[in-house]
């Protein structure tokens, strides 16, 4: 157990990697691979690069009558402007997306899953510089980064909290846990109080991989959610049946009896207010 309202550890870094949504649900959002986001980047290398002839020509062409320093004061500028504040700028005004994310399909996110501002742009356009475009780099910790990452995050991402989904990929609701029906009765007769979203979203997504994990981490943390899910629980559920089992009726009852409010509010709503004459 942690302080921060006596959930573990365990469980919380087992939910961490999802957002989550109302009521607990948690979504997985597809996360852009490797080689879509080396595919998308090299479009944008390219535009880059198009860009960095064109100010060189440009800037010849003006310069020609001035000095050296003039030259190279006006090129530095350029270069800054099409290597980070072009990039950066894009990024913001259409809220995450640049010419090789277009084509591709792909989207910059913030870490939970909302729309990135200037300010996480900036900060990728500035760590980009650094690992894609200097000459000892040339975007090797890049790729080393994205491979090693669950989200294929690059190290601009890192530094700005942000990574890439795509767009061309439906999003994934985790699928709702059955109830157990040896246990119905007891669920529906419990008083099963709100689970912290945390918890909840632990508990959905251990049931939904339980299957995948080894038995070493299957039982310990199967016991430390059932522990957690049970403060919230009384009675105690009946002797005898498996960790995984009580969990998903106290899922599935909790889930049941949401829905049910919710469609009791919104009655309610179009009692008194009416219909949306907009929907």
């Known amino acids: 157990m942690d302080s921060t309202g006596g959930q573990g550890a365990g469980y919380r870094a087992y939910a961490s990697e999802d957002v989550v949504t109302g009521e607990g649900v948690s979504v997985e959002l597809p996360v852009a691979g490797t ?3 080396a595919a998308s980047g090299l479009i944008d290398l390219v535009v880059a690069f198009v860009l960095l002839v064109a100010a060189v020509w440009t800037t010849g062409f003006l310069v020609a009558d001035a000095g050296e320093a003039v030259g190279t004061s006006l090129m530095l500028v350029a270069v800054v402007a099409i290597l980070v504040g072009l990039p950066a700028t894009v990024e913001t005004l259409t809220r995450g997306r640049t010419l090789g994310k277009l084509a591709l399909g792909l989207r910059v996110v913030r870490d939970d899953g909302g729309p990135i501002t200037a300010r996480h742009a900036i900060t990728r356009a500035l760590v980009g510089f650094v690992e894609v475009w200097l000459p000892p780099f040339v975007g090797i910790p890049a790729l080393v980064s994205s491979v090693l990452s669950a989200r294929s995050k690059r190290l ?10 795509t767009q061309r990929s439906r999003m994934r609701l985790l699928p709702p846990p059955p109830m157990p029906l040896p246990l119905a009765a007891w669920a529906r007769s419990a008083d099963v109080a709100a689970l912290p979203p945390g918890l909840t979203v632990a508990v959905r997504q251990f049931l939904s991989r339980a299957t995948v994990l080894a038995p070493a981490s299957r039982e310990p943390l199967g016991r430390e959610l059932l522990g957690e899910v049970l403060r919230y629980v009384a009675p105690a559920p009946p002797a005898g049946f498996h960790q995984e089992y009580v969990l ?3 899922i599935a009852e909790r889930r049941r009896r949401d829905t049910e409010r919710l469609g009791r509010e919104d009655a309610l709503r179009r009692r008194v207010v009416g219909a949306d004459p907009l929907a």
């Open 35 to 37: 080689m879509t986001r």
């Open 156 to 165: 601009g991402d890192y530094a700005a909290g942000t990574y890439v989904i």
């Open 248 to 250: 998903s009726a106290v």
